[in-house]
């Protein structure tokens, strides 16, 4: 499966910005329930 995975800080400019763009939230994905992971190095 070809994917495209976005991280970006908790704006609401940025929500807007890259819905109009076509991604929407995982836990809002139309085709079904996603979980993302992310770990930060220390």
Do not use: C, I
Not at 8 to 31: Q, V, W
Not at 32 to 38: E, I, K, M, Q
């Amino acid at each position: 499966m070809r994917q495209q995975v976005l991280l970006t800080d908790d704006e609401p400019r940025h929500g807007a910005f890259y819905s109009s763009l076509g991604f929407a939230e995982a836990g809002e994905h139309p085709a079904g329930p996603l979980r993302a992971f992310v770990r930060f190095a220390s």
